[in-house]
């Protein structure tokens, strides 16, 4: 099972901050990582695909980057709407598919 | 616009039985995979179960294999999960999500607003 550690567990910054969020898989995933934004009470939502690929709808101020076994979501400059929780994905090698642990972008 | 809609959820004893359903509209169902993705209160994504558009595939977690079991509809455009001998780990919210095509790298690209199943005594 590859396993998916995201750093840091919690961001705090302020809007219009830049924000970078890690992803490291245990073993490659080439480029299949997918980035997902959660907000309180809502269900998970696509942001990212094959590493840098921006899904349908999402904002230019996301980018992602890497493969391999390391990968970066970077939000250039953070509006009020962008304070959630990030989830990093594999499903390169599966069973089973799977999440990183999250990491909280919140207001300082 | 595609819409997917988690229904059955509810508290049940340890031990137990339920039966999550999700109707999916807006798409062509049949032309999709589908996954259950759980997230346990206050936790991360965790992925649950996979079913190929004609079910001839499906894959499960460890974590519920031998007691969960998907399938699907395509003429009712319903994904389903029973789920059997229910733990007090298995207490989350259950998400279906579509496995999206190669515009999304068949990465799950739609998700219900999720159902939620409370296993406690």
């Known amino acids: 099972e590859i396993v998916l550690t995201q750093s840091p567990a919690t961001l705090s910054l302020s809007p219009g901050e830049r924000a970078t969020l890690s992803c490291r898989a245990s073993q490659s995933v080439g480029s299949y990582l997918a980035w997902y934004q959660q907000k309180p009470g809502q269900a998970p939502r696509l942001l990212i695909y094959d590493a840098s690929n921006r899904a349908t709808g999402v904002p230019a101020r996301f980018s992602g980057s890497g493969s391999g076994t390391d990968f970066t979501l970077t939000i250039s400059s953070l509006e009020s709407e962008d304070f959630a929780v990030y989830y990093c994905h594999q499903r390169f090698n599966w069973p089973p598919e799977t999440f990183g642990q999250g990491t909280k972008v919140e207001v300082k | 616009e595609v819409q997917l809609v988690e229904s059955g959820g509810g508290l049940i004893h340890p031990g137990g039985s339920l039966r999550l359903s999700c109707a999916a509209s807006g798409f062509t169902f049949n032309t999709y995979s589908m996954n259950w993705v759980r997230q346990a209160p206050g936790k991360g994504l965790e992925w649950v179960s996979y079913i190929s558009r004609n079910s001839d595939t499906i894959y499960y977690a460890d974590s519920v294999k031998g007691r969960f079991t998907t399938s699907r509809d395509n003429a009712k455009n319903s994904l389903y999960l029973q789920m059997n001998t229910l733990r007090d780990e298995d207490t989350a919210v259950y998400y279906c999500?579509?496995?999206?095509?190669?515009?999304?790298?068949?990465?799950?690209?739609?998700w219900g607003q999720g159902t939620l199943v409370t296993v406690s005594s």
């Open positions: 999500a579509r496995v999206g095509d190669d515009w999304s790298g068949y990465s799950p690209d739609s």
